[in-house]
């Protein structure tokens, strides 16, 4: 294998040649592997065509990919940027990608000198990024910096420097962009402030960056040396490395953490004993379902005393016993970290970071020095003073108070010589229940022989939730009573449901160990009759797995992949490119579109508020189409042209309808643009209660059953406290549902389900006894659910539909569906 080989994205295929040239010229003698994907082709005259094509940068850094140990992509504008974010998802090679925002020209010129050296990715890469460094330091008087653009960093008398940036990425400072701050600054004195008004922050206190709370579009001020002020700032202006999603996890809302007692022996202990057959409800974080006993993690740190005073002629040395306590900590966290991969390896490098934090260490002495406190307590005490300043700021900063408390915790074990709260070393199979888990703790379950985890709190963006999924461990948060749970009581754990079910039926637990066998591509009931079984995509990576899933089509395309992080809205051409993308593996199936759900959890600057007091029940969805019409507009003529290119049978919708007349002007829009078939979805009760003279002027309609559960219940559908509300089974949507598959029937339209409760194999049956044709899903669930509806006929579910709709409570409706069924 080869270094690093290097492709020149450019909507025109002179200048990268020309660029190419130049940097041939840079390093005589000296093979840099260059491929260019420039241009759009020719016209029938000949002439060049301006534009790039995905499929082309695609192809160039699988050619590359062969001979090289990575790729570094360089663009020079526009869409040129779109088309290389999207060529990620196309290629067919895994060698790794660094996409750069370096200057085009200077920066190929920058990077082909390195390579040539035999430099790495991130080598190759950060001199690309710092190319116009010479350039601008020669015409520094002459400078012009757009009023948008960060600040440059302003030298003091002191030899230090002043920067203002911008937070870009959408979750802000939280653990992983502290820790990459930490390691950017390598020790060098840097300081952080969050403007206007915030107070220093030093780069080096990894606990003070995560209670920093700069958020997205929040500027912040850098000052310190220049090298750590310019590379801290490069990491700003990278969105550190998150602005494609892919390192950080889903934008969504989480759930704060209630303050809690600290984690003594006494508050893990089981409150009460739950009745056999009791069902608990979470918040599902990692899908999958596993059937195995409990285990309760071990024994948690005991509170150390707060009496045991210290005389103050052995302060300093009390004091002194942190620092190699720390260091042991540190070194045994960093020693996992090397034998994880990905976020797991990332997550627990940043909490080794906070065990370093040397102003934590610092204030702990100081404790100990003032107070006459022993050095475990005053670890205890300083730790809990960082885990309430986290919980005040609330959301997904509240959920770094697990990780401090996993830092404490191993800092008291080393300093009293007590062992430190892990897995259960177990040969069988079980289900772990905790509180809470910390990271090293997650990390180590990858293992162990557990199968799946429950814990009574945390929140879908907290490290046990993305530690769970990278794991692929079924897993369900904010369980409350879980830990009251018995040890080796066995419980059914649904990781996408947010169920655990003590002691399920022997029928149960056979048919959640049973793995069905894979899809075939045919939905059918047991007598034949057709429920078309799709899937949801939110990108062509999700659409050729769905593909080689045998997915019977898309029943809900999500296109918002195309206009998050974004500043200013995608060109129809780069949509079209997106697009075809994901209709390209089910060309000549259906595909169903739904148009930008933008609003509520996923804001876009360009066309939503950023001060709306209530986003969920604000403009969002259609609405957001409705004061922006152009976005619609743009966005139908690229579904248009794409379904064209690729074949495929594309059907569009739109999310979030309320009223009759906003669908009918829907289809008017759909119809002006080319497009057969357009519907809506059903996601407010308003909608399901119009739902006949919806289908009037709509060519079908599909349930979001999420949106359309927290909107009936009145209840978040991201809050764990409120998981029993958020469940299809509740009689009020059940009718709700079954009064839009009546209208269906009546009309001979489809009916479609693309919300959670379609991947659900215990409802489906109900669901198509209440009149749906077609269900969508993750691929992952497609043979599931494909294997249950094979085992009941059209009219058993339509008993089950009748009884489910008779009961008065969730719980009921679901007995009272499982014996209908038998």
């Keep these: ?63 590359l990919a062969g001979t090289c140990d990575g790729v570094l992509v360089l663009m020079d504008l526009g869409s040129a940027v779109m088309s290389a974010e999207f060529a990620l998802e196309l290629r067919a090679s895994d060698v790794p990608v660094r996409l750069a925002s370096a200057p085009f020209v200077e920066g190929l010129l920058a990077a082909a000198v390195t390579a040539a050296q035999g430099a790495s990715l991130d080598e190759v890469a950060a001199e690309a990024n710092g190319a116009l460094v010479a350039k601008s330091a020669q015409l520094e008087d002459e400078q012009q910096t757009p009023a948008a653009a960060p600040t440059p960093a302003a030298p003091r008398a002191d030899g230090e420097v002043v920067r203002t940036v911008v937070v870009r990425n959408p979750a802000g400072v939280h653990a992983r962009p502290a820790a990459l701050i930490g390691q950017a600054a390598q020790g060098a004195p840097l300081r952080l402030r969050l ?151 990332q997550i627990l490098e940043a909490t080794a970071l906070l065990a370093a934090d040397p102003e934590f260490a610092a204030a702990a002495s100081a404790r100990v020095r003032a107070e006459g406190v022993s050095a475990a307590r005053a670890v205890w005490d300083e730790a809990e003073e960082q885990a309430r300043l986290l919980r005040d700021l609330g959301g997904r900063t509240a959920e770094r108070v697990a990780d401090v408390r996993s830092v404490r915790d191993r800092l008291v074990a080393r300093l009293t010589g007590a062992d430190v709260p892990g897995i259960p070393d177990r040969a069988e199979p079980f289900v772990l229940v905790a509180r809470d888990l910390a990271p090293a703790e997650t990390a180590a379950l990858g293992r162990s022989r557990c199968v799946a985890l429950v814990t009574e709190e ?96 898309i029943g809900l395309f999500r296109t918002e992949f195309c206009f998050l992080d974004r500043a200013a809205e995608p060109t129809v051409p780069e949509q079209v490119a997106a697009y075809r993308g994901v209709l390209a593996p089910f060309a000549g199936r259906t595909v169903v579109v739904r148009t930008l759900d933008a609003g509520s959890d996923k804001p876009l600057p360009f066309a939503t508020a950023a001060d709306e007091e209530n986003p969920a029940l604000g403009v969002r969805g259609l609405r957001v189409a409705v004061a922006h019409p152009a976005l619609l507009s743009h966005q139908l003529t690229a579904i248009a042209d794409a379904a064209a290119q690729e074949g495929a049978e594309v059907e569009v919708m739109a999310p979030m309808v309320a009223t009759v007349d906003e669908a009918r002007d829907f289809v008017a829009a759909c119809r002006a643009a080319g497009i057969a078939r357009a519907g809506i979805m059903i996601e407010t009760p308003a909608a399901a209660l119009l739902s006949a003279e919806m289908l009037a002027v709509v060519d079908f309609v599909s349930l979001g059953t999420n949106d359309l559960t927290q909107y009936t219940m009145a209840a978040d559908r991201l809050s764990a406290p409120l998981g029993a509300l958020n469940d299809p089974w509740q009689p009020a949507v059940l009718r709700l549902i079954g009064t839009v598959g009546a209208a269906g029937r009546a009309r001979g339209k489809p009916v479609g389900v693309c919300g959670e409760a379609g991947g659900d194999p215990a409802i489906a049956p109900v669901l198509v006894g209440l009149g749906v044709t077609s269900l969508s899903m993750t691929a992952r669930s497609l043979a599931r659910v494909a294997a249950r509806l094979r085992t009941v006929t059209a009219e058993e579910c339509r008993r089950a539909a009748e009884a489910a709709l008779g009961a008065s409570t969730a719980v009921e409706a679901r007995a009272a569906a499982a014996a209908a069924l038998g």
């Excluded at 990268?16 to 016209?43: H, K, R, S």
């Design 458 to 553: 945390g929140g879908p963006t907290s490290h046990t939730a993305i530690l769970a999924r990278a794991l692929g461990i079924p897993a369900v948060v904010g369980a409350t009573g879980a830990t009251s749970i018995p040890a080796e009581t066995v419980v059914l754990v649904d990781g996408e449901g947010g169920i655990v079910q003590l002691d399920p039926p022997e029928r149960q637990r056979a048919t959640a160990s049973e793995e069905p066998p894979a899809f075939d591509g045919r939905g059918e009931l047991a007598d034949g009759t057709p429920v078309a079984l799709r899937a949801n995509v939110g990108g062509a990576a999700d659409a050729r797995a769905a593909a080689a899933a045998h997915a019977q089509g």
């Design 195 to 345: 403007l206007p008004a915030g107070e220093p922050v030093p780069a080096a206190s990894m606990m003070r960056l995560l209670a920093f709370g700069a958020r997205r579009g929040d500027e912040v001020e850098l000052e310190g040396e220049r090298g750590a002020v310019e590379r801290v700032a490069a990491l700003f202006d990278d969105g550190f490395g998150e602005m494609d999603g892919a390192p950080s996890t889903p934008a969504v809302p989480s759930v704060p953490e209630a303050p809690s007692a600290p984690a003594t022996a006494a508050a893990q202990s089981p409150a009460a004993v739950l009745d056999p057959g009791a069902t608990l409800h979470g918040l599902g974080v990692s899908p999958g379902v596993a059937v195995a006993p409990v285990a309760q993690l071990g024994e948690a740190i005991a509170e150390p005393a707060a009496t045991d005073g210290v005389p103050e002629d052995r302060r300093e040395a009390e004091a002194a016993r942190l620092a190699p306590a720390a260091a042991e900590v540190v070194a045994a966290l960093r020693a996992d970290a090397a034998r994880s991969e990905g976020e797991t390896a």
């Design 1 to 63: 294998m080869g270094a690093v080989g290097i492709v020149a994205v450019s909507h025109s295929l002179r200048l990268a040649e020309a660029a190419q040239e130049l940097a041939a010229q840079m390093v005589p003698g000296a093979a840099v592997p260059i491929a260019l994907a420039a241009g759009a082709g020719t016209d029938a005259d000949g002439s060049p065509i301006l534009g790039t094509d995905a499929t082309r940068v695609a192809e160039a850094i699988d050619e």
